[in-house]
């Protein structure tokens, strides 16, 4: 009676195996994530060995880094893909901050979706937009589905929030480091209370760094509940 106790180190729990990264800042040297090829290329061939299928690199888009426009990544990512020998599947997205430049980059209508027409997008962990709502709509009135990077860590927001943004459709993406406490108690029980009701529809680790997250994934552990809903959730198909 008590099986949904039990913990199991993430790295024998099966969450890796034939998984998508939704969110990854891999490709070297375009933002706050990897800085080199040679790290890059370690972060891939250690996630072919753990049984990662399918990596879409995120950068970031936002104001701090006024190279990355789409065209300006999507030649980054040619570039390294023709060095890149494994077996994982690669392609491009972004990761959009919702900031003064945001609507430029819409209007562009130049962007880079995580799949499809599913466009990843993140505000700051403090405040929320001033414009937000109108922000969302904006997005999804040329034609894309608002997939919003880690909810579980943005402070300001309340069960109230979560539900006003799911009652518009916009998607959520669990970071996976968020269930086991790296960025804080409070992210990590938000993270679980919308793992649990079937909040989120993506999931992705968010890596920026590949020895952090190679010791969580071999040290962490997680409940029986909480590998379940994340296998669910790595299970959908987009």
Same mark, same amino acid.
């Given at each position: 009676?008590?099986?949904?106790?039990?913990?199991? $180190?993430?790295?024998?729990?099966? #969450?890796?195996?034939?998984?998508?990264?939704?969110?990854?800042?891999?490709? /070297?040297?375009?933002?706050?994530? $990897?800085?080199?090829?040679?790290? +890059?290329?370690a972060v891939l061939d250690s996630y072919q060995v753990l049984g990662v299928k399918r990596v879409v690199f995120t /950068?970031? #888009?936002? +104001?701090?880094?006024?190279?990355?426009?789409?065209?300006?990544?999507?030649?980054?990512?040619?570039?390294?893909?023709?060095?890149?020998?494994?077996?994982?599947?690669?392609?491009?997205?972004?990761?959009?901050?919702?900031?003064?430049?945001?609507?430029?980059?819409?209007?562009?209508?130049?962007?880079? /979706?995580?799949?499809?027409?599913?466009?990843?997008?993140?505000?700051?962990? #403090?405040?929320? /937009?001033?414009?937000?709502?109108?922000? %969302?709509?904006?997005?999804?009135?040329?034609?894309?589905?608002?997939?919003?990077?880690?909810?579980?860590?943005?402070?300001?927001?309340?069960?109230?929030?979560?539900?006003?943004?799911?009652?518009?459709?916009?998607?959520?993406? %669990?970071?996976?480091?968020?269930?086991?406490?790296?960025?804080?108690?409070?992210?990590?029980?938000?993270?679980?209370?919308? %793992?649990?009701?079937?909040?989120?529809?993506?999931?992705?680790?968010?890596?920026?760094?590949?020895?952090?997250?190679?010791?969580?994934?071999?040290?962490?552990?997680?409940?029986?509940?909480?590998?379940?809903? #994340?296998?669910?959730?790595?299970?959908?198909?987009?």
């Open positions: 009676m008590f099986g949904f106790l039990r913990k199991e $180190i993430i790295i024998k729990s099966e #969450i890796l195996t034939d998984f998508t990264d939704y969110h990854s800042h891999i490709l /070297p040297n375009v933002d706050d994530g $990897i800085k080199s090829v040679e790290k +890059a290329l /950068p970031h #888009i936002m +104001a701090d880094y006024p190279q990355n426009s789409a065209q300006f990544l999507r030649s980054k990512f040619e570039e390294f893909k023709r060095l890149y020998t494994g077996e994982i599947e690669l392609s491009l997205g972004a990761e959009y901050m919702l900031d003064a430049k945001f609507e430029k980059h819409l209007n562009s209508g130049d962007l880079l /979706p995580i799949v499809d027409n599913y466009l990843l997008v993140e505000t700051s962990y #403090i405040n929320s /937009p001033i414009n937000f709502m109108d922000q %969302l709509r904006a997005i999804q009135s040329k034609g894309y589905f608002v997939v919003l990077a880690h909810p579980e860590r943005y402070n300001y927001m309340q069960n109230d929030d979560y539900k006003q943004l799911k009652n518009i459709g916009v998607l959520f993406q %669990l970071n996976l480091l968020s269930i086991v406490g790296v960025y804080g108690k409070g992210a990590e029980q938000r993270a679980k209370k919308l %793992l649990h009701s079937g909040c989120y529809d993506f999931v992705g680790t968010d890596i920026h760094n590949l020895e952090f997250h190679l010791n969580v994934f071999h040290r962490r552990k997680l409940s029986k509940k909480d590998i379940n809903g #994340i296998l669910y959730l790595k299970n959908k198909l987009f």
